[in-house]
Structures are given as C-alpha cells and as structure tokens.
C-alpha cells in the first residue's frame, strides 16, 4: 500500500473507534431509516425503484446501508478499508436483522467480481481519500453492470477554502481550490493527508471510465455539521458546500 494511504488508514483506524464507543446511539440513529437525505432519495429514486444490488464504496459507519435496503435496496456490501469501522457497522446490521455485508478492502482496488452492482453508492467525506481519481472511477466503473448507476453525495470540492468563522465567509489563506492535498485540521482523522478533486476532475474522471453524467448538482447545505453545535457563516446558504452527482455506464 502507497505509504501515505497506510498512514491514513492507521488515522482511520483510529477515528473509527467512535462508532464502537457511540454504538447504541448509532444503533438507534440507523433504526430511524433518518439517514438519507431528501436530495439522496430524489436522485436515487429511479435506481431504489429497480431494487438494486449495491455496493456502498468507503462505508464507514454504515447508517446509510439500513437506509438504503429500507429504500429499496435489494443487497448491499459495504467496502471500507477500516476494520474496526466494518466491524462495528457489520454488529449493528445483524442486531437490526438486515442483510448488509461489509467487506475490509482498500478502495480502488475492492475484491468484488465485475459487473456486480446495479448502483454504487459513495460520498459523505470519500473522495478526499483517494490518491487517484482515474483509477477511483474506473474501479466504479468495473464494479457497476451495464446501465448500472454511481451515485455520490459529497462535500464540495471548495470547501476546504471556507473558514469556520461565525461572523462571515473567508477563504483560509492557507488553501486553493487547486491545491493538490493539504492535511486535515479538524475531526475526524485530524492530521491525515486529503487529496483534493475539483468538480471539473470528478466529472471528467467519470466520463473517461465510461459513465455519463446524468445529474450534477449543488447544494449551500454541508453534508455534515460538528456535534458541538458549531453554525459558520460558510454554511449559511451563499456558499457551495455538497454536490451530487449521478451517472450511468454505457
Ligand atoms: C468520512 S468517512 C465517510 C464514510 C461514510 N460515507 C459515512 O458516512 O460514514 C470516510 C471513510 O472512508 C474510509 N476510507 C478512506 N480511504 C479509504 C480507502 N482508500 N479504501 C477504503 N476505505 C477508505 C475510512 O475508513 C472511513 O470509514
């Protein structure tokens, strides 16, 4: 494994511990079927109406599974490369009785067969892990059958620019839009290396690994907001702060 993937992956480790530690609340989170957002489901209508098998790639915590299958999901397997955060999700789906699979794999390179999935869902603080974009949406692509579909809901790439100030939006003067990486200063895996994708590198990897875009859109909510209650004026509706974007292989 690339040496700055393994240290992320030992940062991940780490992180994922908080699902064991707030097991009963994310157990309780999960039973409320809460997890996907509005956006989510209008986009992922179409394909949940097909009851599709899914792989869910960088899984985590693993909400959006239980969500997924009440949905409409046939299957799903959840790929993640923390084995303390598979473990941890893989407990909760046999206390709620639904069939979730998770599987410990390093994305891009997962050890499912080809052509397995009719969707596979992502996002929710992914992309910003993977070292390759290309080799990330070609590994999508070889996953998703024909006419299968990728759907992500994630954080905008320009959010790394915004500051948590309160009193109004600034852009950290230690940031660029394109920058290649920078390290992660907050929670969680704080200290570990994110690599940044524009919108323009996202879309173009898709339509190079044969995928064509079906939907791109923009949204002034963050797709996650700090336990403590934290409101920066970055995230009060002037500012790009989550995408979605939706594709189909050809
Ligand atoms: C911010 S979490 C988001 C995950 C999930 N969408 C959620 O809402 O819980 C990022 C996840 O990606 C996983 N991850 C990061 N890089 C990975 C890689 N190269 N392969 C597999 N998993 C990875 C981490 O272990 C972590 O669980």
Known sequence: MDPEVAA????????SQKHVNEYDEHLAEAARLESLRPWELELLGPSLAEAPMVVHLQSGHGLDDVDLLAK??????????????????????RDLKVGVHYVVAEVPTVPLRDECADLVYTGKGALIWMRDIQAWAAEVG?????AGRLYVYEAHPAVPLWSWDTDKPRIRD????????????SFPANGAQEWQWSLGDIVT???????????????AEPFWRPGDGHRAAAWE????????LLARKR
Do not use: M
């Open 174 to 185: 230690d940031r660029s839009y394109f920058a290649k990486s920078h390290i992660n200063d």
């Open 72 to 93: 409409g999901a046939r299957t799903v397997v959840g790929v993640d490369y923390s084995s303390t955060a598979a473990a941890a999700a893989q407990w909760r789906a």
């Open 237 to 244: 509706g002037r500012l790009p702060n989550s995408f979605s």
């Open 205 to 219: 990897a898709c339509i190079r690994a044969g995928l064509e875009i079906e939907a791109l859109e923009e949204y």
């Open 142 to 146: 070889r996953l998703l059958k024909p």
């Open 8 to 15: 992320n992956r030992v940062a991940w480790e780490t992180a």
